[in-house]
């Protein structure tokens, strides 16, 4: 087995079950596949967390608000692998209840990872809205990927 086939078979278990816990109101598999040593950090999507006790604190507020989870699905776009960091560039599809309300939604996400004492840890998570924004001005822009609400 090579790094990266070991790092995605992880991803494609650990992270995907995480995610689906997560948007089912349970944030303890998302906490336990997230590292405990500084740094870590979360930016964009609801709100940014920098340290372990806001990242608890982000963590417990989206399991709360989240539940009935119906789908969830991480299309990869970019990863890379070295014998202890590691990065995935994709976009998470998801459909599940925020704050009682049905919701769809799509973000780019950007994680990047450490080795820690063997196992895979993420260390910083980046999520953002799939949407084109203003600047570039639209004739620069490239958004035959984008989806349009």
């Known amino acids: 087995m090579t790094e990266l086939h070991d790092f995605l078979a992880w991803l494609r278990t650990a992270v995907v079950e995480a995610e689906l816990a997560l948007h089912n109101g349970d944030a303890g598999p998302r906490r336990a596949i997230w590292s405990r040593n500084e740094p870590v950090s979360v930016l964009g999507a609801w709100r940014n967390a920098i340290g372990q006790q806001e990242l608890n604190n982000r963590f417990t507020g989206l399991a709360q608000q989240f539940s009935d989870w119906t789908s969830y699905r991480f299309e990869l776009l970019a990863d890379g692998v070295t014998v202890d960091m590691a990065y995935t560039a994709g976009l998470e599809h998801a459909t599940a209840s925020v704050d009682r309300e049905p919701r769809s ?22 999520g953002w809205p799939r949407l084109c924004r203003a600047l570039p001005p639209p004739e620069l822009r490239d958004c035959t990927a984008e989806v349009w609400p």
């Not at 780019?108 to 196992?119: K, L, M, N, S």
């Open 105 to 126: 939604y799509t973000l780019r996400a950007t994680q990047i990872y450490r080795r820690e004492d063997g196992p895979w840890k993420v260390a910083h998570g980046q």
